[in-house]
């Protein structure tokens, strides 16, 4: 049976959360979780947490609370960390040299390919093991390599034509930091990361507050 079907969006992009905190009581050596604890730690209620289970087949509650390892596992596969996959950067600049640095990433299995930019200044420059390239070397490169996602730093008004590269050369994941929503494919998946955008709902929520 295909677990992803049918379930809303709200719920997916919950389960990121779980994962984390999960990850954090197994590194604690917690064996087993009941949904009122987990809601405690996470904030969400807990009968929200046992319907987000259970459009997943509520994970086999038994007894007391859930088996941490299992859940941790099963929301891991269903968020697909079971798998690895290759990314590579466009745009080396100020977010593009960040997300390099971060080595986190490749800890939970996204392993970065390859790193592209334009700037005479920065093609040759070394980030990690990894040498930044001209970014006109990229379909040569993506000829040769499997690369599962692309990722978008460049400035907004060059943004449409990195995806379009990505898109023709068969990348299905873009993970999209330029501020501009892009015209992708069907079967192309697009996560924006729209840091202006999760600022101005910060100031909302903050003026909202205000006005209590
Ligand atoms: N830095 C931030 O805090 C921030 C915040 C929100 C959004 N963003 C967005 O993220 C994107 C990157 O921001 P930044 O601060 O890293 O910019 P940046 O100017 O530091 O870096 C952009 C890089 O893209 C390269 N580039 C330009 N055209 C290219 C092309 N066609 N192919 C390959 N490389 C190319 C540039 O040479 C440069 O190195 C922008 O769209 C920006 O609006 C950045």
Known sequence: MDKKRDISMAVIKRLPKYYRHLAELLRNDVDRISSKELSDKIGFTASQIRQDFNCFGGFGQQGYGYNVKE????IGKILGTDKEYNTIIVGAGNIGQAIANYSRFEKVGFNLK????TNPKLIGVRIKDIE???VDNIDAFLSKNSVDIGIICVPANTAQKIADLFVSNGIKGIWNFAPVDLDVPEDVSVENV???ESMLTLVYL???QKAK
């Open 194 to 196: 729209h840091l202006l």
């Open 71 to 74: 859940l941790y596992n099963e």
């Open 132 to 134: 930044i390239e001209d």
């Open 206 to 208: 903050m003026n909202e």
């Open 114 to 117: 390859g790193i592209f930019d």
